[in-house]
C-alpha cells in the first residue's frame, strides 16, 4: 500500500475551502519572515490608479504618473543622502502598473528598496518590473494585502485611483479614526481632483464625520509640498 500525502504536501488540501485557515496564515507568516529577513521596519506607501501610463494619451495622468515617479524618488534621494535606508525604510506599492509601477520606479531610479504587494485578478496584474525582485509579493485576500500596506506604514500618499484606491484611502482613515493604528499623515495629492470626487463637506454638514475626522486628511497639489510632508514624518520616526 502506498504511504498517504502528508496533509500539508497535499495540494487538493490545501487548496480546499477547510485549508482557508491555513492560506491565510500563510500570507501572514510568508511576508512577516521575508520582511524580517530584509530588515524592513518603515514604509511610505504610494497609492493610485492602475490605469494611468506613463505615455498616457491624456497629458494630466501623464504628468500624474511621472510625479509619483518624482515623489518617490525626492524620498528615496533623501534616505540614502541622510542613512535612513539603512534602517529598515522602502517605498510600497500594490505592485502593479500606472502609479503603483511610477512609486517603485522612482525608489529604483534613487537605489533604495521597494516593495510591491501584488494581488492575484481574474485579469491578471502582473508585477511591474521595478520591485526590488526579494520585496516582490502576491497576494490572493486583498484583506491580508491591505494589513502589509499599513503594518510598516509612516505615512501614505494617495495619488487619483478608482475603486482600489478609494478603498484603500478609507481604509487608512478607519483604522486612524477608530484608534487601530498610529496616527501617520494621509496626504491626497491633486487637491481639486479629490475636491471634485468626494465631498468631504457635505459628509461633516450632515455629521457622518466630525471636522477632527477631516483633519486627519492634508491636501496638496506640488510634490516638493508632499515630499518636505512625508520626510518630515519620517525624520519624526528615526529620531526616537
Same mark, same amino acid.
Given at each position: 500500500?502506498?504511504?498517504?500525502?502528508? #496533509?500539508?504536501?497535499? *495540494?487538493?488540501?490545501?487548496?480546499? *475551502?477547510?485549508?482557508?485557515?491555513?492560506?491565510?496564515? %500563510?500570507? &501572514?507568516?510568508?511576508?512577516?519572515?521575508?520582511?524580517?529577513? /530584509?530588515?524592513?521596519? /518603515?514604509?511610505?506607501?504610494?497609492?493610485?490608479?492602475?490605469?494611468?501610463?506613463?505615455?498616457?494619451?491624456?497629458?494630466?495622468?501623464?504628468?500624474? &504618473?511621472?510625479?509619483?515617479?518624482?515623489?518617490?524618488?525626492?524620498?528615496?534621494?533623501?534616505?540614502?543622502?541622510?542613512?535612513?535606508? !539603512?534602517?529598515? +525604510?522602502?517605498?510600497?506599492?500594490?505592485?502593479?502598473?500606472?502609479?503603483?509601477? %511610477? %512609486?517603485?520606479?522612482? %525608489?529604483?531610479? @534613487?537605489?533604495?528598496?521597494?516593495?510591491?504587494?501584488?494581488?492575484?485578478? *481574474? /485579469?491578471?496584474?502582473?508585477?511591474?518590473? &521595478?520591485?526590488?525582485?526579494?520585496?516582490?509579493?502576491? +497576494? /490572493? &485576500?486583498?484583506?491580508?494585502?491591505?494589513?502589509?500596506?499599513?503594518?510598516?506604514?509612516?505615512? #501614505?500618499?494617495?495619488?487619483?485611483?478608482?475603486?482600489?484606491?478609494?478603498?484603500?484611502?478609507?481604509?487608512?482613515?478607519?483604522?486612524?479614526?477608530?484608534?487601530?493604528?498610529?496616527?501617520?499623515?494621509?496626504?491626497?495629492?491633486?487637491?481639486? $481632483?479629490?475636491? !471634485?470626487?468626494?465631498?468631504?463637506?457635505?459628509?461633516?454638514?450632515?455629521?457622518?464625520?466630525?471636522?477632527?475626522?477631516?483633519?486627519?486628511?492634508?491636501?496638496?497639489?506640488?510634490? $516638493?509640498?508632499?515630499?518636505?510632508?512625508?520626510? @518630515?514624518?519620517?525624520?519624526?520616526?528615526?529620531?526616537?
Amino acid at each position: 500500500m502506498k504511504r498517504a500525502k502528508k #496533509a500539508y504536501k497535499d *495540494p487538493e488540501f490545501l487548496n480546499s *475551502p477547510e485549508a482557508r485557515p491555513i492560506r491565510i496564515l %500563510a500570507e &501572514y507568516l510568508g511576508p512577516e519572515k521575508r520582511f524580517r529577513d /530584509h530588515g524592513i521596519k /518603515h514604509t511610505v506607501v504610494i497609492f493610485g490608479s492602475s490605469r494611468i501610463k506613463p505615455d498616457d494619451p491624456d497629458p494630466e495622468n501623464r504628468e500624474l &504618473y511621472w510625479e509619483a515617479e518624482r515623489l518617490s524618488f525626492l524620498l528615496g534621494e533623501w534616505a540614502k543622502k541622510n542613512g535612513v535606508d !539603512n534602517s529598515g +525604510f522602502a517605498i510600497c506599492s500594490g505592485g502593479g502598473p500606472g502609479i503603483m509601477e %511610477a %512609486a517603485n520606479r522612482g %525608489a529604483l531610479r @534613487a537605489g533604495i528598496p521597494s516593495i510591491g504587494l501584488n494581488i492575484s485578478l *481574474p /485579469h491578471e496584474q502582473l508585477p511591474n518590473g &521595478y520591485i526590488t525582485p526579494e520585496l516582490n509579493f502576491e +497576494f /490572493h &485576500y486583498f484583506f491580508m494585502r491591505k494589513l502589509w500596506f499599513m503594518y510598516f506604514a509612516r505615512a #501614505a500618499d494617495f495619488f487619483p485611483g478608482g475603486f482600489g484606491t478609494m478603498d484603500e484611502l478609507f481604509e487608512a482613515l478607519t483604522l486612524i479614526q477608530t484608534g487601530k493604528i498610529n496616527r501617520i499623515p494621509i496626504v491626497l495629492f491633486d487637491r481639486e $481632483h479629490w475636491e !471634485n470626487t468626494v465631498n468631504f463637506q457635505r459628509l461633516i454638514q450632515k455629521g457622518y464625520i466630525s471636522p477632527e475626522d477631516f483633519e486627519l486628511i492634508t491636501f496638496s497639489s506640488d510634490v $516638493h509640498e508632499v515630499f518636505e510632508i512625508l520626510k @518630515a514624518s519620517l525624520k519624526e520616526i528615526m529620531e526616537k
